[in-house]
């Protein structure tokens, strides 16, 4: 029995072994073959293969070679393999292709990355069952006349990247199922008529960007009728006056980045039908008033930087997306109703009137950053806004805004996405500033002169889920400064600020924080807490794998580097705590004093380590002898704030204008000198008030206040 059991395997195990040298003699050597019918798929990916093997099975129905020295697609290169539908031939170095070399069983064929740089005539004319070719980023100069004909199954041909420079007249004709003709990336000049000759498919996609297109017969794209898209952006042309004549429908025009001047009344006339138009970026002066009148479908029109000082055009009632920004207009134009989408920013617009938004109740978002009558004026008039009952995203970036522009905002209460007001000169945050919008989702206030911010102005903002400080001149953070947001703060950018000291219960409500950017600030130490009330930095790594699919687009991060970190006696218990806790994932922190530990990063170093020299160590106290407690308007005035403390403290002031500064971050007219003194440089009544110095170490903190009394000089005799 046990014998028999024996024959039976012995007698397998030859046949699969009879069976498997069958196949192998059968795969060309340097080959992989591979058997799933309906298919029989031969590889041969050999780096030292230079001409396509001989011996491949007839049943082969895909044949890939890549990243060869094969140098030449010959005839009789693909004989006698009646079932080969589809050629994967990329990255080898073909430089010829034979005229017959080609099969016409072929339906695909891709050959990108090699170097092919003629396609004689009639070599792709037996594919009568070819549906896709693709040739990128080849060195074919062009496509001559019957190259593309009478390929009645054609879909698609992709040719970018060949350096063309011609597709001679009749370069496509009769391609009637052909809906992506993939031309971008090359160096085509001009567009003739008849370069496509019909029938043509319907609906296609002809994609002509990044080529050098300077010139379009007349009536080149009419053979279409309809097309679905048309992309002509980066090309040269200053005109194109009678180009898309025959054109009946375009579902996207692209004609961005050219060269074009003006656009008369028939630019488009034959055109009934678009919805997208892209004219931004060129260098367009003057748009006749009838232009886009007989576009009555179209929603979406793009003509930003470009050069328009005027704009007196009519508008389909269709449209709902308009870019008008960076051009020189300078009043404001007349729009349709329909626009739910609208920027206008950069434009040297002279004058905005109340309620100049108010036929424009549909806008869900508008851009009015950098708009000259705001600039001058440093604010934005309460009544100009108003009516935009829809309108959920607002910017007013770079608008030279002292203050936020709190009148003008109270009519959002529904802004429930963003406000952007970044690169103005607000120097401070105050309680009334953001007064209803308490649905308000993203704040920016990137690139102000911001330096202090307290919860109170931050109190109406309830839904607030991310806000952006980067790159304004703030030195301290206070205690609890999210509790109003305790359930939506997500993320914080906090980058390039001047950020001196944190407080340990900053996060105590806002415990859901998930995304910190702490990076390039001036910041020593670390209160051991300030990360702790975080559920997800805080808590065990478990927690952390919890919710990996944040909403929107914020990260999970939190980013300490390129502070001056002092790994002293102040770290020792951030470090402890850090230790302790695995929750934090992406916190690295890289310490530049002392000397001895310059580089390391905080996990690297011996608790031990952390030491401060210190005979006495205590919390900060403060002398204030030798201020100036009164000054004449005009004159200066310097507040002393001698502190004694070890380890040594971080000196903060603040004044009654609402500015808090240390000694890196001077605001004009004021100076905090290194030992500590605060210097007005020429006082004006409003400097009057009280000042307070506040002195912190790890140790706790000290608060002297002062007040300062500026008499204006008129009252002198
Ligand atoms: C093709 O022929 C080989 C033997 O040469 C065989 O193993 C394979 O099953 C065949 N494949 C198909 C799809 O007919
Ligand atoms: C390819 O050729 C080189 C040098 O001729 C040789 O060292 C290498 O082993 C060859 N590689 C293969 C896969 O045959
Ligand atoms: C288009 O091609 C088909 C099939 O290849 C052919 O029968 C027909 O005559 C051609 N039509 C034109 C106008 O060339
Ligand atoms: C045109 O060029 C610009 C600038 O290089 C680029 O940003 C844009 O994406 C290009 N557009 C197209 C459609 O190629
Ligand atoms: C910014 O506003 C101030 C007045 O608040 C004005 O003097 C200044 O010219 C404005 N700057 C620009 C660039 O308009
Ligand atoms: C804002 O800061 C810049 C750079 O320090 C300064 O030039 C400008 O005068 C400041 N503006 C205000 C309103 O304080
Ligand atoms: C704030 O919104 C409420 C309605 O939500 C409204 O009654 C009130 O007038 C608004 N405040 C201002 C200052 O417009
Ligand atoms: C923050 O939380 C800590 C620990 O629960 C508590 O001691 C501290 O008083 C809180 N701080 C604030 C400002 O509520
Ligand atoms: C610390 O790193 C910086 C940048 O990598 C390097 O230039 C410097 O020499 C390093 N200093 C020490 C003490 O290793
Ligand atoms: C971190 O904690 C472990 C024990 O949990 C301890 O062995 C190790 O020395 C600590 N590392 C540092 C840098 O203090
Ligand atoms: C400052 O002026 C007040 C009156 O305005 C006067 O009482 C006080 O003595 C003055 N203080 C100093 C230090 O000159
Ligand atoms: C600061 O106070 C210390 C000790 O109280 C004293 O020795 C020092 O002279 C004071 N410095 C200044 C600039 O007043």
């Not at 590889?43 to 020295?69: D, E, M, Q, W, Y």
């Not at 953001?434 to 839904?463: C, E, M, Q, R």
């Not at 065990?540 to 929107?552: A, E, K, M, Q």
Request: hydrophobic share 40%; glycine share 6%; charged share 15%.
């Amino acid at each position: 029995m046990a014998s028999l059991i024996t024959k039976q395997l012995f007698l397998v195990i030859v046949m699969t072994c009879l069976l498997e040298c069958f196949l192998c003699a059968d795969c060309p050597q340097s080959c992989s073959c591979v058997s799933s019918p309906p298919y029989f798929t031969v590889t041969c990916n050999s780096p030292n293969l230079t001409s396509v093997p001989s011996g491949v099975p007839r049943n082969c129905t895909g044949f890939v070679i890549r990243g060869t020295k094969v140098s030449a697609l010959r005839n009789g290169d693909l004989a006698g393999l009646p079932n080969l539908n589809t050629i994967y031939f990329d990255n080898n170095q073909i430089f010829t292709v034979e005229v017959d070399a080609f099969v016409p069983s072929l339906t695909y064929i891709e050959m990108v990355q090699n170097e092919i740089s003629a396609l004689p005539a009639g070599v792709f004319g037996r594919l009568k069952k070819l549906t896709s070719l693709d040739m990128r980023w080849n060195r074919i100069k062009s496509i001559p006349k019957g190259c593309i004909k009478d390929l009645p199954l054609l879909q698609v041909v992709y040719l970018e990247g060949n350096g063309l420079e011609s597709i001679e007249v009749g370069a496509f004709s009769n391609t009637s199922k052909l809906t992506v003709i993939s031309l971008e990336d090359n160096s085509i000049t001009e567009i003739r008529k008849g370069a496509f000759l019909g029938p043509q498919a319907k609906m296609a996609n002809v994609g002509l960007a990044r080529n050098a297109i300077s010139h379009i017969d007349e009536g080149a794209f009419a053979v279409f009728g309809n097309l679905g898209g048309l992309g002509l952006a980066n090309n040269s042309l200053k005109s194109v006056e009678g180009a898309f004549s025959g054109l009946k429908a375009v579902g996207g025009l692209d004609l961005s980045y050219n060269k074009l001047q003006s656009l008369s009344d028939a630019a488009f006339s034959g055109i009934t039908e678009m919805s997208t138009l892209n004219l931004a970026f060129n260098e367009i002066e003057v748009i006749f008033g009838k232009t886009f009148a007989s576009l009555s479908t179209l929603t979406v029109l793009g003509l930003q930087s470009n050069k328009l000082a005027s704009f007196d055009v009519v508008l389909p009632n269709t449209l709902t997306t308009l870019e008008l920004q960076n051009n020189l207009l300078t009043s404001f134009p007349n729009l349709p109703t329909s626009l739910t989408y609208l920027d206008i920013s950069s434009n040297p617009i002279e004058f905005m009137a109340d309620k100049q938004f108010a036929k424009l109740g549909s806008l869900t978002t508008l851009c009015l950053s950098n708009i000259r009558y705001f600039r001058q004026k440093g604010t934005i008039d309460a009544g100009i806004l108003q009516g935009l009952s829809q309108l959920t995203t607002l910017k007013l970036a770079s608008n030279n805004l002292t203050q936020v522009p709190s009148s003008a905002l109270q009519h959002f209460p529904q802004m429930s996405e963003t406000l952007d007001l970044s690169d103005n000169q607000i120097t401070s945050l105050h309680p009334g500033d953001f007064t209803n919008l308490s649905n308000l989702y993203i704040l920016i206030l990137k690139g102000n002169n911001i330096t202090s911010v307290s919860p109170d102005a931050l109190k109406p903002l309830k839904g607030l889920f991310s806000l952006d400080l980067s790159h304004n001149p703030i030195v301290y953070l206070g205690p609890d400064l999210f509790k109003w947001q305790s359930q939506s703060m997500y993320e914080v950018k906090l980058e390039g600020t001047k950020l001196r000291l944190i407080d340990g219960d900053i996060f105590n409500s806002s415990t859901g924080m998930k995304s910190l950017f702490f990076e390039n600030n001036d910041m020593r130490y670390l209160p051991w807490n300030v990360f702790n009330p975080l559920t997800y930095y805080g808590e065990t790594l478990s927690f952390i794998f919890r919710d990996l699919s944040p909403v929107g687009d914020p990260q999970e991060a939190l980013d300490l580097e390129s502070n001056p970190w002092l790994c002293d006696c102040q770290m020792y218990e951030y470090a402890r705590w850090q230790n302790s806790t695995q929750g934090i994932v992406a916190a690295s922190l890289t310490c530049q004093d002392p000397p001895e530990l310059r580089n390391k990063t905080l996990r690297e170093i011996p608790l031990e380590q952390f030491k401060c020299i210190c005979s006495h160590f205590s919390t900060p106290s403060i002398d204030t002898t030798g201020s100036d407690a009164n000054a004449t308007s005009g004159q200066g005035a310097v507040l002393k704030c001698n502190v004694t403390a070890c380890p040594e403290a971080v000196i903060l002031w603040s004044t009654p204008r609402g500015i808090t500064l240390a000694n890196n971050s001077p605001h004009p007219g004021l100076e905090v000198l290194d030992d500590g003194s605060l210097v007005i440089v020429e006082t004006v009544p409003a400097d009057t008030g009280t000042y307070s110095c506040m002195a912190a170490n790890y140790l706790g903190q000290t608060t002297a206040y002062l007040r300062l009394e500026v008499i204006p000089s008129s009252r002198l005799p």
